[in-house]
C-alpha cells in the first residue's frame, strides 16, 4: 500500500493553513502554506473568518498536490490538525457560520470567567475536564455566540432567536477540527483531544458532561460525535464530486499540541515535548492516568487509538513565545525574526531588562487573565538588541516556569526535552533554553511535527503505518543542546524572572475598577 501513496495533513494554525504530504519515511513530499486575516474588533477580542480558512484548506491542498506532481488518488488517507480551543457555530441548513470563529486567544469572556470564580466553580470544571476556568476554552465562547450573534447575518427569511434555533437543533458548534471534517465529509465529528478543550467535555467520562451544558446553556444536539484520534472506522471520506475529485478517507484528528506529542513519537509514559509556535505548548505523556495538577497546569487527553485505552497528559500552555518575536517585527525592533539570534548574541546579556510578553494574558502556570506585556528594568543604556534578547529569554523562563510545575506534579525528572515548532530553528534559542531550563534539548530533523503526527494519526487508521515502532524508527536527532551556563547565574536570574512576572499581573482593569 506504501509504495506510490501517501498520507496527507491539514494543519490549520492561528496564522495560517498548511498541507503537507508526507511519505512512509516520515519525509515531506509537498508543501504549501496560505496566511489568513487576524481581525480585533475589540481590545483582547481576536476572530477569524471560518470561510477564508476553507477557502484557503482548498488552495493548499490543491497547491502542495500539483507543485508536487502528485494525484490525489495517490493519498491513503488524509489526518487532521488544527488551533485548539478556536471556536465557531454554523448553520448546516446553509454550511456558512452565524459569526467569525472565536479565537482561543480571544479574552471578551474574562468576565464571564471571572463569575465562575466568585460562584466557586473552579474546581468542579476542574475536576470534570482538567481545564482551569478561562476563556481559553470553548465553553464561554459558544456561550457567548449563543448569546450575540446577530440573527439577521443568518440569511434565513424569517430569523429566528440564535439560542432558539441552537435548542431546535439547527445550528451545529465545533473547533476548528470539526469544522474541516464537517466541510470535507459532511459529518459532524471531533476527536478526543480537541473535546476535551473545550471546557464541556468530562475527560474521565469520556462523554459530553450534562452539567456543564446546563452551566453554559449549550444544547446538546449542537455537539459533534466524540471519536479516537486515529480510527479506523474513518470520520468518512472527501467527496469524489468536490475539489479534490477523489474519495478519500479522513481517518485522523488531534489538537496541534496533541499531534506534535504524536509526531515527536512520544508515545510512552514520562515523554515530553515542548512546542514553540504563536504560543508555546509543553506536554507530558502521563499513560493511562488523568494526573491532576496542584501547580497550574492542565489534565488532558493527549490521543487515542481505535481499540485502545485514551493516553492523558499533562500540559503547560503559554500563550505568547513566537507571537513576541512578531510583536518585534510589528513595533519595528527587527525587519526579521531571524535577526533576533544575532542581535541577542551582540550583546553578553539583557543588562537587567525583562520582557514580560503577557499580551492576552498568562497562562499556565499563573492563569491570570488580566496580566498584560510588561518591559522592566530599562536604563538610558537600554538598546534594542537587550529587548530581543530579553524577548528571546522570556520564552525560555516562561517554558522553566511550566517545566518545573510539571516535574513536582508528575513526579519525573525530565533528562531530555523534544522541541518542535518554527522557533526551534533558531539556534540561539535552543542552546539559552538549554542553559536556562538546565535540561538537554532535543531538535528532530522533521520539526514540523503538528502537520507529521495527524498523519500519522490517519495512516495508523488505514494501515500505511502497521505500528508505532514504525513512527519511532522514523525518528531522528538533527542536533542536541546540552546545559553550558554557570547553573547558579541562572538561578538567579530566574528568581528575578519571577519579580517581573507579578509586575506584570492584573494589569488591565477597566477605569475606575
Known sequence: MT???????????TTGTRFMVFDHGGQVVANAYEKHEQIYPEPGWVEHDPMEIWENTKTVVRRALTEAGLDPEQLAALGITNQRETTLV??????????????????????????????????????????????????????????????????????????????????????????????LTGNHITDVTNASRTMLYNIREMEWDDELLEEFDVPSSMLPEVRPSSDDDHYGTTDPEGFLGAEI???????????????????????????????????????????????????????????????????GSIFVTGAAIEWLEDVDLIDDPAETAELARSVDSTDGVYVVP???????????????????????????????????????????????????????????????????????????????????????EVDETTALGAA?????????????????DNWKIDREFTPEADSNQMDRQYERWHTAVERSLDWARDEGE
Not at 509504495?3 to 494554525?13: C, K, P
Not at 477540527?177 to 466541510?183: G, M, Q, V
Not at 500519522?456 to 519511532?472: C, F, I, K, N, S
Request: net charge negative; hydrophobic share 35%; charged share 25%.
Open 249 to 315: 478517507p479522513v481517518a485522523g484528528a488531534l489538537g496541534d499540541q496533541q499531534a506534535a506529542l504524536f509526531g515527536q513519537t512520544c508515545f510512552d509514559e514520562g515523554d515530553a515535548k515542548n512546542t514553540y509556535g504563536t504560543g508555546s505548548f509543553f506536554l507530558m505523556n502521563t499513560g493511562e492516568e488523568a494526573v491532576s495538577s496542584d501547580h497550574g497546569l492542565l489534565t488532558t487527553i493527549g490521543f487515542q487509538r481505535s481499540g485502545e485505552p485514551v493516553q492523558y497528559a499533562l500540559e
Open 456 to 472: 500519522y494519526a490517519a495512516g495508523l487508521a488505514v494501515d500505511y503505518w502497521e505500528t508505532v515502532d514504525e513512527l519511532r
Open 3 to 13: 509504495g506510490n501513496s501517501y498520507v496527507g495533513a491539514i494543519d490549520q494554525g
Open 90 to 183: 454554523w448553520d448546516p441548513e446553509t454550511g456558512k457560520p452565524i459569526h467569525n470563529a472565536l479565537v482561543w486567544q480571544d479574552r471578551r469572556t474574562t468576565d464571564r470567567v471571572e463569575e465562575l470564580q466568585a460562584d466557586e466553580k473552579v474546581e468542579w470544571i476542574r475536576e470534570k475536564t482538567g481545564l482551569e476556568a478561562d476563556a481559553y476554552f470553548s465553553a464561554t465562547k459558544v456561550e457567548w455566540l449563543l448569546e450575540n450573534a446577530d440573527p439577521i447575518k443568518m440569511e434565513r427569511s424569517r430569523p429566528q432567536d440564535v439560542q432558539d434555533r441552537a435548542e431546535a437543533g439547527e445550528l451545529r458548534m465545533g473547533t476548528i477540527d470539526s469544522w474541516l471534517i464537517y466541510k
Open 358 to 444: 503577557a499580551f492576552t494574558g498568562l497562562g499556565a502556570p499563573h492563569w491570570d487573565g488580566r496580566a498584560r506585556g510588561t518591559i522592566v528594568g530599562m536604563t538610558r543604556g537600554t538598546r534594542r538588541e537587550h529587548i530581543v534578547r530579553a524577548t528571546l529569554e522570556s520564552i525560555a523562563y516562561q517554558t522553566r516556569d511550566v517545566a518545573e510545575a510539571m516535574e513536582a506534579d508528575a513526579g519525573i525528572d525530565m533528562s531530555s526535552l523534544r522541541v518542535d515548532g518554527g522557533a526551534v530553528k533558531n539556534n540561539f534559542l535552543c542552546q539559552l533554553q538549554s542553559d536556562i531550563i538546565e535540561t538537554d534539548i532535543v531538535r528532530p
